[in-house]
Structure formats: C-alpha cells, structure tokens
C-alpha cells in the first residue's frame, strides 16, 4: 500500500513523524516537504500512485482533498481546518503579535474563490474511510471543524470516526503519541481495502 503523509503550513516531515510511524505498518510511508500552498500541493500529487493519505493541519486538508479528487481509498487528517473562510475569520479575531494572527494575513493574501475551492467541507462526493482526530484544546483550529466534517459524513452514511483527544492542541504532546499510535493502528486494521 502506498500511502503519504502531508505536514502542516511552517513545519517538516520530522515533525510529523507521530502520524508516519503507525502507518509504517500497512504500507511504503513518504513524507515530502510540503511547505507550498494548498493548490500548488495538489498538483504536485496528481498522478501519484496513493492508497492512504494523511496529514496535519494545513496538511489535513490537503489530503482531505486529495482523497476525494483522487479517489484515495482512505485518508487521516489531524487537526484539520475543513472550511479555510472560517478559518480565516477565527485566525484574524487574534491579536497582531500572535501566530493566529499571522495565520489569518497568510489566508487574507489569498483570494476567496481560492479559499473555497480549497476547503473540503464543499467537496464530499466521494470521501470516505476517513479517520478525524482533533485536540479539544487546539487553539489555532477550531474543533468545530472536526466535529462538522464528521456530522457531515456520517450523515451521508461514510465510513467515518472521529477522536476527540482530551488536552491536545493544534499539535500532540509526546505523551499522546502512543495514544495516537493505536488510534491510527486500530482504523487501518479496519480497513477492507
């Protein structure tokens, strides 16, 4: 199986190695520098051969898309923001010296037709086997946007499960990695791929 795992806006491959781990297991993990812009993400993996796809944040929703444009046959988004106009007006309410506040003017510098096209929330056709899991204390992400995605595919009867990790932030602790771990390991298993 192969299977690639997407790290977040400012951050590498290494610091997203809590979510390649797990997935070793089931497949060939890669994990590209993807410090680019969400578009710009996505065309570089069209044409990849891709059975999984996971990511964090701004990775999250890169591989959300990803899996419904490219018919990935499951995906794991951590932390995800699902709709990037709300997460542009969450970010801007911070003030000037924050890196919400940073977060919001990289989003603003984006035209909004492009925010829309990029926020998985209006891209549901085909998305499932998708596993969610989010910090209740993330404060760069909404836990909102978890908690809809799931409301919404669960809705369309989607093989679908959300992890709500109690202390998380937008990022796990160490200690939070082997809960993870296993929360990754017990939905691949799953899997009838």
């Not at 390649?20 to 069209?46: A, M, R, T, Y």
């Not at 506040?101 to 829309?116: F, G, I, N, S, V």
């Not at 990029?118 to 909102?144: F, R």
Request: one cysteine or more; aromatic letters at 8%.
């Amino acid at each position: 199986m192969e299977i690639f795992v997407l790290h977040g806006k400012h951050s590498s491959p290494e610091k997203v190695s809590w979510l390649s781990k797990p997935l070793k297991k089931f497949g060939n993990v890669q994990v590209p520098f993807f410090d680019l812009e969400i578009k710009q993400g996505l065309e570089i993996l069209k044409g990849k051969e891709i059975d999984c796809i996971a990511g964090h944040s701004r990775g999250g929703t890169a591989a959300l898309l990803a899996a419904e444009i490219m018919n990935i046959k499951c995906v794991i988004a951590v932390s995800a923001p699902i709709d990037r106009i709300y997460q542009m007006n969450y970010l801007c309410k911070f003030g000037e010296d924050t890196i919400q506040h940073k977060l919001c003017l990289e989003l603003r510098a984006l035209p909004e037709e492009e925010l829309k096209e990029t926020s998985p929330i209006y891209m549901l056709d085909k998305l499932d086997n998708v596993l969610i899991i989010h910090g209740d204390s993330d404060e760069i992400v909404p836990l909102w946007h978890s908690k809809t995605l799931y409301e919404r595919l669960n809705g369309l009867g989607r093989n679908v499960r959300l992890e709500i990790i109690k202390g998380m932030k937008h990022t796990p602790m160490r200690s939070q990695y082997s809960y993870i771990e296993k929360i990754i390991t017990e939905f691949m298993s799953s899997l009838k791929l």
